[in-house]
């Protein structure tokens, strides 16, 4: 069984981390803040909860104000990033420092997360920040968007997706995400990939809120760059699986399945939690001419009230000749995961092209 990631929160880690603090800050209490951190609750402690308990005892340890916090908090990241270590998940709780202790104090804040996200991002940290001061943070963002930082223009996408996951929603970009797309439209062509994958995980979060939004906007940018291309097509994966008729067109992409699926096959028709099933299947053109199709295909899980639900993978997207046969072959792997538990029951793997699912098989998952 894999490490659980709580567990980067160990002796070591934070030996290495009070004789960088020391550095810093010669009078940082060691053992005070070891006897803090492992207290009675510790082992109970999720990561989040680590995180969070981390942040606080840190508070306890530096001296001052909060922007003379902060500014220890900077000294010891840049001492971090001398001796070679660029951030990592360990790192998370300097963001929750600034969200705990500093949401008062906008401006210092602000230019502490441009700061310290070229560290480690602090796109959860700035959410209570824009459901206060929406106005003034989505500011700041459009300039950080032009920033010469890679990391600071991931950020200005990043921390304003309306529905950016593990943290908490901006109620108010899901309804409006105007806001957003200034930011955007400076990023759409940008030279960082790290910078195009946020904007493109920005646009599949407008889009499940306001589908026509995006419509228009991918509409506007088609063909802008390859570059531009790869965003828009990202962005637009969840409609894309809902078969949204002004996307598909966008794509080129027919309404309609002119194929036929034959001799779908499951390797196991029961498996247990954990493991992998192997499925596979035969597709045939009967269109007159090469046709455009999406190949994806869906497991309908069972939930914990015994109810499915559907969830879409794709497999290909690509010109299919006439009268040609094609095989296909994949696995899906029925592990837990953070993002997702698995429950016993009968479920169904079903394949779909544009949208329409043309054949299905059930098998029953054990516990």
């Known amino acids: 069984m894999a490490e659980p990631l709580k567990n980067v929160y160990n002796p070591s880690f934070f030996e290495g981390f009070i004789a960088t603090a020391k550095q810093v800050l010669p009078a940082f209490?060691?053992?005070?803040?070891?006897?803090?951190?492992?207290?009675?609750?510790?082992?109970?402690r999720e990561l989040k909860q680590r995180m969070r308990h981390i942040a606080t005892a840190l508070n306890d340890?530096?001296?001052?104000?909060?922007?003379e916090q902060v500014g220890f908090i900077l000294k010891i990241t840049e001492a971090l990033q001398q001796q070679g270590i660029n951030g990592g998940l360990e790192y998370i709780f300097f963001p929750d420092f600034i969200e705990q202790y500093g949401l008062q104090d906008l401006k210092c804040s602000l230019k502490a997360m441009e700061t310290l996200t070229q560290f480690i991002s602090c796109e959860f940290a700035i959410r209570p920040f824009l459901l206060k001061y929406?106005?003034?943070?989505?500011?700041?963002?459009?300039?950080?968007?032009?920033?010469?930082?890679?990391?600071?223009?991931?950020?200005?996408?990043?921390?304003c997706r309306p529905r950016l996951p593990w943290a908490m929603a901006i109620p108010g970009l899901k309804i409006n995400p105007s806001p957003v797309i200034p930011i955007l439209e400076n990023l759409k062509n940008d030279s960082s990939v790290f910078v195009r994958k946020s904007v493109a995980n920005n646009l599949n979060d407008i889009a499940k809120d306001n589908p026509m939004v995006v419509?228009?906007?991918?509409?506007?940018?088609?063909?802008?760059s390859k570059e531009t291309d790869w965003i828009i097509k990202h962005g637009c994966r969840s409609l894309l699986k809902k078969a949204h008729p002004d996307?598909?067109?966008?794509?080129e992409l027919p309404d309609t399945a002119s194929c036929e699926i034959s001799g779908l096959k499951l390797a196991s028709k029961k498996l247990k939690i954990g493991e992998?099933?192997?499925?596979?299947?035969?597709?045939?053109?009967?269109?007159?001419k090469k046709c455009k199709l999406r190949i994806e295909y869906a497991v309908h899980y069972v939930k914990a009230n015994g109810k499915q639900n559907r969830k879409i993978f794709q497999l290909t997207e690509k010109y299919f000749e006439p009268g040609t046969y094609y095989s296909f072959e994949k696995e899906q792997r029925f592990q837990d995961f953070t993002t997702r538990k698995h429950y016993p029951g009968k479920h169904r793997i079903g394949i779909i092209v544009n949208g329409i699912?043309?054949?299905?098989?059930?098998f029953q998952l054990l516990q």
């Open 134 to 159: 929406p106005n003034e943070v989505m500011a700041q963002m459009l300039k950080w968007s032009k920033h010469p930082h890679h990391h600071v223009r991931r950020f200005s996408s990043e921390g």
């Open 215 to 224: 419509v228009q906007l991918v509409k506007k940018w088609k063909g802008y």
């Open 29 to 44: 209490n060691e053992q005070q803040f070891l006897n803090v951190i492992f207290d009675q609750e510790w082992e109970k």
């Open 357 to 362: 699912e043309m054949a299905s098989k059930e």
């Open 247 to 251: 996307v598909y067109k966008i794509f």
């Open 61 to 67: 340890q530096l001296p001052g104000y909060y922007n």
């Open 276 to 288: 992998r099933l192997g499925f596979s299947f035969e597709l045939k053109s009967i269109h007159q």
